[in-house]
């Protein structure tokens, strides 16, 4: 017995708006700025010759992009009603339009992100629910029309009990598809809500122009300050929390005389502190980049502290961030005399979701994980002996000061160089200690010191620059730091659990004729 067409046309569009949908929600979920349709849209316009786009925009007024979205959504749908029709003759063959369509989508999103571990992430799930889906719907839809005819109790034909399954099931897939992707909308609207109310922010910043004589100006070496979108990123969540800054609250709690809560505008109204702070993650590996310099503006977490009254016999504050991730950090850190600051910007802008937004903790001297908490909204002051944080459960230190450490970015490792004058350089660190000397060593020659760039601060990384008469052949080129306390670091090598690598960074490189 043949498929009716209208099934098939059915399961198509069934099993195309399940997978958008699908894409949708994963999209919305992982607070990506455009969605897998919106891209397609975007691709759209932009292969559309612009005398199109005016005639459009002249008969549908501002309301262009919605009806460029609509569509967008009626053509794919079309095309699925197609790959429907294809499988009830062929499942594969209906599956192998869905297939390309996916291809497109692929491409349409590759074309409009800038690829993350994430980004094709939506557009894959929404294929193979297609996929799948489709598969799924053909074969329960050549049950209900290819089995002889059940017979109801007069002994009539009666096709609708399993028509029925079909039906009903076609019913339920499209009703979720409708539930996926109006949350997915709602998820995606959030972003934007939080990235009109930071856009909105006119925070009361000072001037944060990069301090004259860090840089070195010498190729290659890091930028002292980081921007925002080259700043290393390290979290635990699997997309930045969305919080809206009337929505943030900060409790302050526990080991206190008053507990304290603070609302965005309470932390403005105290007027924001700068300080440039070098973060830096625990998990870096000797020569690594997980190490970032900005600008940070805030309120001090000592005068916090301070008002609520911290009492005897604490020594810690757990911080809990949105997303219900744990830190702690020696009290000790946070009420003597460097900025710890509960900061709202960085570089002279309200922090990027991804760091923070709207407000996170910058303490001087301390790896990330022990101090750093992006979306914070709860300081407990306590013991350390009465909690564990997320990572030190994990094998890490429950302290985590950061040791002192240098790096060389020129010449890369592996490099070919020709002979003669080459400059060396990098960058070395030792927060809230501060960074005395550095010495660069090439094979079996002597410490040569290097020149330090300018540091405005003993809480930021300090450029640093020697330079080099490369003659021909193969060489070792090491460096190590002296920190402001005389310690100079230690060549032993030392992973990166549990409290943070040691030794030299070395590289080779080769010097030609
Ligand atoms: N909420 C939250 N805050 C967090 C983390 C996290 O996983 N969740 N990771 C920490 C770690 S391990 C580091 S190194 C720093 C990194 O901050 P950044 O991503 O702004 O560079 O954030 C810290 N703050
Ligand atoms: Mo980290």
């Known amino acids: 017995m043949v498929i009716p067409r209208r099934y098939g046309a059915l399961l198509g569009v069934v099993a195309g708006a399940a997978g958008l949908a699908m894409s949708e929600l994963v999209s919305g979920g992982l607070h990506q700025r455009v969605s897998p349709i919106v891209a397609v849209a975007e691709g759209v316009i932009g292969l559309t010759p612009g005398a199109v786009i005016e005639l459009v925009i002249s008969v549908v007024g501002t309301n262009d992009k919605p009806f460029l979205i609509g569509l967008t959504v009626v053509g794919a749908l079309v095309l699925s009603a197609v790959a429907g029709l294809l499988a009830i003759r062929s499942v594969l063959a209906g599956q192998g339009l869905f297939f390309l369509l996916g291809a497109v989508v692929l491409l349409a999103v590759h074309a409009r992100l800038t690829s993350s571990a994430t980004t094709y992430v939506p557009a894959i799930v929404g294929v193979v629910t297609s996929l799948v889906l489709l598969a799924v719907l053909a074969r329960k839809a050549q049950a209900a029309t290819a089995r002889p005819p059940d017979r109801d109790t007069f002994g009539q034909p009666c096709h609708d009990r399993s028509r029925r399954g079909f039906l009903v099931l076609a019913g339920v897939v499209g009703l979720a598809a409708v539930v996926a992707g109006s949350t997915g909308r709602f998820l995606a609207q959030g972003r934007a809500a939080v990235e009109a109310a930071r856009r909105k922010l006119d925070l009361p910043l000072r001037s944060v122009a990069t301090p004259p004589g860090t840089d070195l100006g010498v190729r290659g070496i890091d930028p002292w300050v980081t921007s925002q979108a080259k700043f290393y990123r390290i979290d635990t969540a699997l997309s930045a929390p969305q919080i809206l800054p009337k929505d943030w609250e900060l409790r302050i709690h526990g080991m206190v005389d008053r507990e304290v809560t603070l609302t965005y505008q309470n932390l403005l109204d105290r007027g924001l502190e700068q300080a440039w702070v070098t973060l830096c993650c625990v998990s870096n590996q000797v020569g690594g980049d997980l190490i970032s310099n900005a600008s940070w503006s805030g309120v001090r977490i000592a005068d916090l502290l301070a008002e609520a009254g911290v009492q005897d016999g604490a020594d810690a504050v757990k911080s809990t961030s949105e997303d219900g991730w744990t830190c702690g950090t020696p009290l ?89 004058r080459v400059a060396i350089g990098g960058v070395a660190w030792a927060q809230h200690t501060g960074i005395e000397k550095v010495e660069v060593r090439v094979g079996a020659g002597d410490w040569t010191a290097a020149t330090l760039g300018a540091d405005p601060s003993i809480d930021t990384w300090v450029q640093w620059s020697v330079p080099w008469d490369a003659t021909a052949g193969d060489h070792d080129i090491v460096v190590r730091a002296t920190d402001k306390s005389g310690y100079t670091q230690t060549d032993k090598l030392a992973d990166v659990v549990p409290d943070g690598a040691t030794g030299w960074h070395t590289v080779t490189v080769e010097v030609g004729q």
Request: proline share 8%; no cysteine.
């Open 332 to 420: 000790a850190a946070l009420t003597d005399d460097r900025r710890a600051l509960l900061a709202v910007a960085m570089n002279g802008e309200p922090l990027t979701p991804e760091h923070g937004f709207p407000v996170r903790m910058v303490v001087p001297g301390l790896y990330g994980y022990v101090s750093a908490t992006k979306w914070v909204v709860d300081l407990e002051v306590t013991r350390f002996d009465d909690f564990s944080a997320f990572w030190t459960v994990r094998g890490w230190s429950r302290e985590g000061p950061v040791k002192t450490q240098s790096r060389i970015d020129v010449p890369r490792q592996g490099a070919n160089l020709s002979p003669g």
